[in-house]
Every structure is written in structure tokens, then in C-alpha cells.
């Protein structure tokens, strides 16, 4: 059910680390920037953070989880406008994630590239790792989702929930699943690691490697030497379709920051030396991050605030979680509790 005429969108990041601006850009602006035009719904989902088990400190995991759902405020979602809550606050997460893995083909999971990719050939992996995109599928379509905002990396896990979605359909027509579609940003979808271009900023590589992102919190200071020393190449092709991987990601993250054309900016930098460039992005990075800083410092000192708002965008979470999941047990065939 949505509310009025608006469609649902729903979407999540993992407490897994410290945001970066790639979770800024490629997905947390962009559902901070259609609020006003979906019914939305923002989870931190926790259980997904706990796939890979050896990087969970559950003393840090309780702090960074808190972290994220302070970061969704700080960025500007509105708990008068967007519901926010913590997966594992509602449990129809994990049972209907139950009765999808009961549907789900193993062979479509094999062929997920982020578990290739996490997996390599570690055969002690937990089986939470391969089963990840069904949790997701089931974040979604509890919600009768119909559209889901993420980054690049998240398509093929929105293609999986789709095929699931429509495969339950036919087994059980009773399901009446909501076939969701992803909402990919036209810049910004994928933004690369400052250090090393070949590879999509990632929260847990920034846990150990300084330098390949801008944190969300970090200091004006620190994401100053992130940038300016980030890796480019000898050339000297401040355009869009010439230049190098690292200097590229430069220029698109310049570009959803300033909301410039690509003209603009070609125009701008070409012929000038990447320091100009670089110079002009860190302005731009604190700029845009120096808001969510202050709001973020405000929201530190009301942890009741926070805590009510994940309270209440649990119950609501819940009361719409409980009837998609009621539908798809009687459509199954369960006896009703
Ligand atoms: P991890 O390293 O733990 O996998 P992550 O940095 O990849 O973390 P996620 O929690 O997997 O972040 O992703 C949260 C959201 O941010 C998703 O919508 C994802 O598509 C988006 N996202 C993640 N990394 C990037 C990136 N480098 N560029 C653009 N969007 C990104
Ligand atoms: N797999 C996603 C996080 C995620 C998600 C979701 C995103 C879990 N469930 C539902 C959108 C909708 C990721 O970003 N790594």
C-alpha cells in the first residue's frame, strides 16, 4: 500500500564501515532529493552487515549502525517524510527471507559477481554471504516496493529481486509481488577509489587503506590530502571521454558536486594541470560535507531523538512488513497463526 498516489521506494546501506561519498552521491543525495515525490522508506540494514562475521565488532557494530542512521538524517531525510528504521528491529526481514530461499535457485546466486568478488575461493565464507541478495529481495518486496535507489554495484541484486519477484509470482499467484525497478544516478553511480581508480570506493577498504576515500565526517584537512593525493596520470586530458580512470573520477565527482555541465567543466580545467581541478574538488567536497557535519554534531547529543525516530519507522516498517508477508504465507498455503 502506498500513501495517496505515490509510489514506494525503499533502499539501504550497511553499517559496515564509515560512509563515503560514494554512498553520498551514488545513492543517500538522491533519495534525500526525491522525498518529496515517493512514499520512501530507509533501512540501515544491519543483518547484511553481519555477512562477512570477521569484521563485525559488536561493540563498534552497535556504534556504527547508530552512525548510519544519524548520517541518513544528517544528509537530509526527513523522519516527517521518510520513514527510517533498523532491519533487524523488524523481523519479517529474516522470515520472509526464509520462505524466498526456499524459492530462490542456487544457481542464481552462484552467478552474483559481489559474492564472487567477497567469496574468491574462501570455502569458509558463511552461508549468509551467498544468501545475501535473498535478504535483499526480501527488504524490497516486503515493502511492495517499485523503486529502488543505489549505485552502480547494487544492479544486479535488483535484477535478481526482479527475477525472484516474478518467479514467486507464478508459483504462488496469490503473492501478487511488486516487480521493482532500480534508480540508477545519471553521475555519480560509481565513484573509484582515490588511490587506486581501477577499484569502486568501498567502505571496508577504507577501513584500512587511507586515502581511498572522503569519509562523510572527516576533517576539511583530511579530505584535502585524500584528493591531493589522489592518483591521476601524466596526461594532461581534463576531459570527460579522454581522460584516465583516476583523473575521470575526478571530473565526475566534480561534476555532481557543482551540478556544472561537462562543457563547463572541460572548459574550466582542460589544458590547466590536475591541481586546479583537485583544488576546486576539495572545495566542493567540503562544501557539500560541511552541512552534514553540523547536522550530524547536532544529532550526537540527542541519542533519545534518534532512538524515538528508529522506534517509530520500526513500528510503521512493520505494520506494512507483516501484510506483504501475511499475503505471501496464505499464498503459499500456510495455516494462518
Ligand atoms: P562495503 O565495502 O561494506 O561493501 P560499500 O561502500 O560498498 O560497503 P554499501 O553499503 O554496499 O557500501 O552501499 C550502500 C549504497 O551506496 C548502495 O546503494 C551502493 O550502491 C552505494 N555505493 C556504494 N559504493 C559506491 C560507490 N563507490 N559509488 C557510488 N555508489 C556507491
Ligand atoms: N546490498 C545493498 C544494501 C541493501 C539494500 C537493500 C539496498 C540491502 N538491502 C534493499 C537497497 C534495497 C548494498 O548497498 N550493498
Redesign the pocket.
Known amino acids: 500500500m502506498t500513501v495517496g498516489q505515490k509510489q514506494r521506494v525503499f533502499?539501504?546501506?550497511?553499517p559496515?564501515?564509515k560512509?563515503?561519498i560514494?554512498?553520498y552521491?551514488?545513492?543517500?543525495k538522491q533519495w534525500a532529493e526525491h522525498q518529496d515525490s515517493y512514499d520512501n522508506i530507509f533501512c540501515v540494514?544491519d543483518l547484511?552487515?553481519v555477512t562477512?562475521p570477521e569484521a563485525v565488532d559488536p561493540k563498534q557494530f552497535r556504534a556504527k549502525t547508530l552512525e548510519v542512521a544519524a548520517l541518513y538524517l544528517a544528509c537530509g531525510i526527513d523522519p516527517a517524510k521518510s520513514t527510517i528504521f533498523l532491519q533487524s528491529h523488524v523481523a519479517e526481514h529474516s522470515q520472509a527471507a526464509w520462505l524466498l530461499n526456499c524459492l530462490a535457485p542456487l544457481g542464481w546466486l552462484y552467478r552474483m559477481t559481489?559474492f564472487k568478488a567477497?567469496a574468491g575461493s574462501n570455502e569458509s565464507v558463511g552461508t549468509g554471504l551467498l544468501d545475501y541478495p535473498v535478504l535483499m529481495a526480501a527488504d524490497i518486496l516486503l515493502y511492495d516496493t517499485h523503486k529502488v535507489?543505489?549505485?552502480?554495484?547494487?544492479k544486479q541484486h535488483i535484477e535478481f529481486t526482479r527475477d525472484l519477484a516474478q518467479r514467486v509470482n507464478t508459483m504462488f499467484p496469490g503473492a501478487g509481488l511488486v516487480i521493482p525497478e532500480p534508480m540508477i544516478p545519471p553521475a555519480?553511480?560509481?565513484?573509484?577509489?582515490l588511490d587506486d581508480p581501477t577499484v569502486?570506493?568501498?567502505?571496508?577498504?577504507?577501513e584500512t587503506k587511507k586515502g581511498h576515500a572522503i569519509g562523510l565526517l572527516d576533517a576539511p584537512s583530511d579530505i584535502k590530502k585524500a584528493i591531493m593525493s589522489a592518483q591521476t596520470d601524466s596526461a594532461n586530458e581534463a576531459r570527460f571521454d579522454h581522460a584516465g580512470p583516476g583523473v575521470r573520477n575526478l571530473l565526475d565527482l566534480y561534476q555532481v558536486l557543482s551540478g556544472q555541465s561537462r562543457e563547463e567543466i572541460e572548459a574550466e580545467f582542460h589544458g590547466q594541470g590536475y591541481g586546479k581541478l583537485k583544488k576546486a574538488l576539495v572545495e566542493r567536497a567540503v562544501a557539500a560535507l560541511e552541512p552534514v557535519q553540523a547536522r550530524y554534531a547536532g544529532l550526537t547529543e540527542s541519542k533519545d531523538y534518534l532512538e524515538a525516530i528508529l522506534r517509530q519507522g520500526a513500528e510503521r516498517a512493520r505494520s506494512i512488513a507483516a501484510r506483504t508477508h501475511a499475503r505471501l504465507r496464505d499464498a503459499m498455503g500456510f495455516v494462518a497463526p
Open positions: 533502499s539501504g546501506v550497511q559496515t564501515g560512509l563515503h560514494g554512498n552521491v551514488g545513492a543517500i540494514v547484511h552487515a562477512i559481489q567477497k535507489p543505489v549505485g552502480e554495484d547494487q555519480g553511480a560509481r565513484v573509484m577509489g569502486k570506493m568501498s567502505k571496508s577498504i577504507a
